[in-house]
């Protein structure tokens, strides 16, 4: 059980820090926009998505 939720703080640690990365950089390290805005929109406990594997065209939550 501690195992699940030091997961799911790091995930919640993680999304938040995906916010303030700028677009630019998003770029620069292969990830679009939508789909970093997608992830940190996620709640902490669905796991992560590949963040280069998500179609540019699909519209961020």
């Known amino acids: 059980m501690a195992t699940a939720f030091a997961t799911w703080r790091q995930r919640s640690r993680q999304r938040l820090e995906l916010m303030s990365v700028d677009p630019r950089s998003l770029r620069d390290a292969g990830i ?30």
């Open 32 to 61: 679009s926009p939508g789909a970093a805005a997608f992830e940190a929109a996620q709640p902490f406990w669905q796991p992560s998505i590949s963040l280069r594997d998500y179609p540019d065209d699909k519209p961020a939550v």
